[in-house]
Every structure is written in C-alpha cells, then in structure tokens.
C-alpha cells in the first residue's frame, strides 16, 4: 500500500474509532433510561414516587388474572419479584397467563393503575401441532 | 491480473455494461424467487401457534429489515474505499444506494408498525430497537440532502462518505438494541451462534424471501447506479451510446 494511503487508511480508522467512542460514551451516560420497561425486581430495588407514570414488563403470572366485566386484575413477575396490576380496558388478544407482557401506569400503594397494556411475544415461531406447552 | 481487474470494473463505463448485461438475470431471478417464497410463506406454512396469521408479515419485515442495514453496511465499505482510494465510483454507489435504503427502512418501520397493531396491540412505541431504526431512516435522508446541498461535487462526496462512516455504529446499535436494553421488540429470531428459534416450515420460505428481496433491491441499486453516473458522467464521450 502506497504511504499516503495507508495515512487515509488511518484516518478512515480513526473517525471510525471516535465516532463509536463517541457512541459509547452517550450510551453510557444515558444508562438505564432507554430501557423501554422497569422490571418488577428494579421496582422493590428502587424508590418510586407514587403516581409517577411508568412501564412494568414481566410475564402475567400463570392463575393470577381476575376478571370481572371490563376490569382486570392480574400479577407481573419476574420470577424475582411481582407487581400487581389493575386495569381497565381492552387487552390485546396476545395477553394471556404465562406471556410477556408491558404495562403502562401509575404506581399507588404497590399496586400499579394500568393506563394500558401491551403483549410482548417472544422471538419463537412454530406451528400448534408441536407446541408442548411451555 | 486482479488489479487490472478491479481497475477496469472500477471504471463507471465497464460498470454499466457490465451491470446492463447482468440486469435482466438478476431482476427475473429475484422476482420469481421473492414471490413464490411469499406465496410458499402465506399460503402453504401453518398458523404460528402464538400469532396466528398475523405472523405472516415475517417475509416482508425480515427482509426489509435485514436488508435496510446490509445496505448501510455496504455503503460504508464503499465510502471507506472511496476516502483511500479514490474510487469515484464508489461513492456515486454510496449515493446511489442512500434512497434504496431510505425506501427499504420505511418498509421496515410500516411493516413493523402493521404487525405491531394485532401482537403488541400497539402500532408505535419508542423502544430502542424502533428509536435506532428511526435514526436509520432518517440517517439515509439526512446523508442525500447533505450530498445534494454542495455546490461542488468533490466536496460533496468526501463530507458524504466521512458522514456515512461516522453514523455506521448505528448499525450494531440496531443489531443488538435487544439485547442491551429492555425493549418491547422481541430478541433476533436468527442468529449465528445458535440454533433458529423459528421453525424450519417458516424458515425456508422467509430465507427465499430475504435472497428474493435482497435481489429486487439490488435492481434497485443498479438503476439508480445508472442514474447517478449519468449525472456525474455526463460530459463523458461514452455516455452518448446509452443515451
């Protein structure tokens, strides 16, 4: 390689380098605030003023989910921790015990105000006939 | 003898008559393989046993999403090669695929949101996988109008490829955004080091999908190659036998 090109070579590398520092310091600084969702062991880890508005992921904990009319009540966990949730509304028809789920609210007395409630599916597809039950 | 070679096909004439030659093969090819995997996607897989139906936006989400960084990727190289060698071709490539990949971050974004309507039960969210695809698309806007508002075409082009190199670490950002933070997309589905965690029924027709796509787009890029060159080459003797 001719010497000036290797010199732009360099240079090519070192805007490289700088800009992904660059990017790793941003990241850093910005730390846990482009989480999307609090789990529910971070919520006993940390203190949360009441009636701040905050999301909550976690699995719907399998026999925890009462209904009655347009109300529901159900448990987010972890498998570390849980939240119990109360919620107002329509659900998406992918909400069920045992799946992943995201819930927008309010936090009041360990209890969280549901304002709404998303699925979250897992990165696994496959047809029913061989679904074993997990 | 390669050097000849990559100096002769670095030459924007030898590109074009190569790439008109290989055109019409690569666009029937592509199609033919883009629409029977799709056809073989929605019409001969089984439901997913989660999703139902609403998974079978996989064969245009995937590819578009896969192909949407490829693509950044791939004008990174070039610009790289641009800024070292001086290759003018290259970055009339890197020009030339900033729209395509525009066009095929939006598929991504909209397909995404359409299947994010009956899984998540929302069409939009601001999680880091969404926020960093968003920051492609616009990365892919904001690099043509920068190229388009010089004067001066080598000025242009050396800002253009340095900005293109600057912005590629948002490439693994995407990549492993679900990974590093919590995020209501689901983690990558396909990955090298593990087995795939779909299965092989929908697997096939959604690689025959992303190598049909893949294609289609590279049709895309060639075209819009030819515009580019015409542009800049214009005053070129050569140029007047295609026009």
């Known amino acids: ?134 | 003898m390669i050097k000849k070679f990559i100096h002769q096909f670095a030459s924007p004439k030898t590109y074009m008559f190569q790439v008109n030659r290989a055109y019409p093969y690569i666009f029937y090819f592509s199609v033919i393989i883009y629409s029977l995997s799709v056809f073989w996607g929605l019409f001969l897989t089984p439901e997913d046993f989660v999703q139902g139906n609403s998974y079978r936006i996989i064969y245009l989400h995937v590819p578009a999403s896969f192909i949407s960084q490829s693509l950044y990727l791939a004008m990174a190289i070039a610009s790289a090669v641009y800024l070292i060698w001086k290759v003018k071709l290259s970055v009339y490539l890197v020009r030339s695929i900033a729209p395509i990949g525009a066009i095929t971050t939006f598929i991504a974004l909209i397909s995404g949101s359409i299947w994010g309507i009956p899984t998540w039960g929302t069409w939009w969210v601001w999680d880091a996988r969404i926020v960093s695809t968003l920051i492609l698309f616009i990365m892919y806007l904001g690099l043509i109008s920068l190229h388009d508002s010089f004067n001066n075409f080598e000025k242009a082009d050396k800002f253009l490829s340095i900005l293109v190199i600057v912005g590629s670490v948002n490439i693994p950002i995407i990549k492993m955004s679900v990974e590093w933070w919590s995020t209501l997309h689901q983690p990558a589905s396909i990955t090298l080091s593990e087995k795939p965690a779909i299965d092989l029924v929908m697997l096939y027709p959604l690689f025959g999908s992303i190598i049909g796509f893949a294609g289609i787009v590279t049709c895309l890029v060639i075209l819009s190659s030819k515009f580019q060159i015409f542009r800049r080459e214009k005053n070129k003797s050569w140029v007047n036998d295609y026009v």
């Open chain 1, 1 to 134: 390689m001719k010497p000036i090109r290797k010199k732009r070579l360099m240079s090519v590398l070192l805007i490289l380098i700088t800009s992904a520092l660059g990017s790793y310091l941003i990241i850093k600084a910005l730390d846990s605030n482009l989480d999307f969702f609090y789990t529910p062991s971070e919520l006993t880890d940390q203190e949360i003023p009441n009636n701040k508005r905050i999301k909550v992921g976690g699995m719907v904990l399998e026999g925890s989910v009462l209904r009655e009319k347009t109300k529901i009540e159900f448990v987010i966990t972890d498998y570390k921790g849980s939240i119990e949730v109360v919620f107002d509304g329509v659900v998406p028809d992918l909400f069920k015990e045992g799946s992943g789920v995201v819930v927008l609210g309010y936090l009041n007395e360990k209890t969280l105000y549901a304002e709404e409630v998303l699925a979250k599916h897992d990165e696994n597809y496959m047809p029913p006939s061989i679904d074993i039950g997990n």
